[in-house]
């Protein structure tokens, strides 16, 4: 048993994308789980247990259909949080623009390390895929970086102002 106590754990918030979908055949596109997924990849392959850090799901959706109620979701679950240490997960079509949407929604000096990040294929049922790299690269982001809010890709950390998006 861990003895990590909730100050020190991250808070992992989801709100779907792709990183947290299936491929359906009948739609020839990747849909969201009904619930997330990322808990058990987490335990299974990457040794993170659940005491390590506080699940939020804040939406399962694809990022086009995030809106801005969303998104005070997530900053209302930031600013409530014990942590000061964030991972969003988040498709990537509007990935950037919901990182500047959060940034200019937290108070100044909020102090929180807040880091997007997401997959171009699904963690479950894909193999290879970028989406273990890049939610291991946001655990170390998480971890490491100093307050802002960060995007976490490819083995790349962006700010929110860096570019558009990934597509």
């Known amino acids: 048993m861990s003895n990590i106590n909730d100050e020190h754990k991250i ?17 020839c596109t990747t849909v969201c789980h009904d619930e997330t ?14 005491d390590e850090y506080e ?3 804040a939406c399962m959706k694809d990022s086009r259909e995030i809106s ?16 000061s240490r964030h991972i969003v997960t988040h498709g ?4 950037f623009e919901s990182a500047r949407t959060l ?5 100044d000096n909020h102090g929180q390390v807040i880091v997007f990040t997401g997959a171009m294929w699904p963690l479950v049922g894909f193999s290879p895929n970028d989406a273990g790299f890049n939610l291991g690269s946001a655990f170390v982001a998480a971890r490491l970086t100093t307050p802002g809010v960060y995007i976490t890709f490819n083995g790349k950390l962006y700010l929110p102002t860096d570019q558009e998006g990934l597509h």
């Not at 808070?11 to 739609?27: A, E, H, M, N, R």
């Not at 940034?103 to 108070?107: C, I, V």
């Open 55 to 57: 699940l939020f799901e």
């Open 68 to 83: 801005n109620e969303d998104i005070q979701e997530v900053s209302n679950a930031i600013i409530n949080s014990k942590s």
């Open 11 to 27: 808070q992992l918030i989801v709100t779907g994308g792709t990183i947290d979908s299936f491929y359906d055949t009948d739609q």
């Open 103 to 107: 940034m200019a929604m937290l108070p």
């Open 92 to 95: 990537t079509f509007t990935l």
């Open 37 to 50: 997924a990322i808990p058990d990849f987490l335990a299974k392959f990457a040794n993170i247990t659940a």
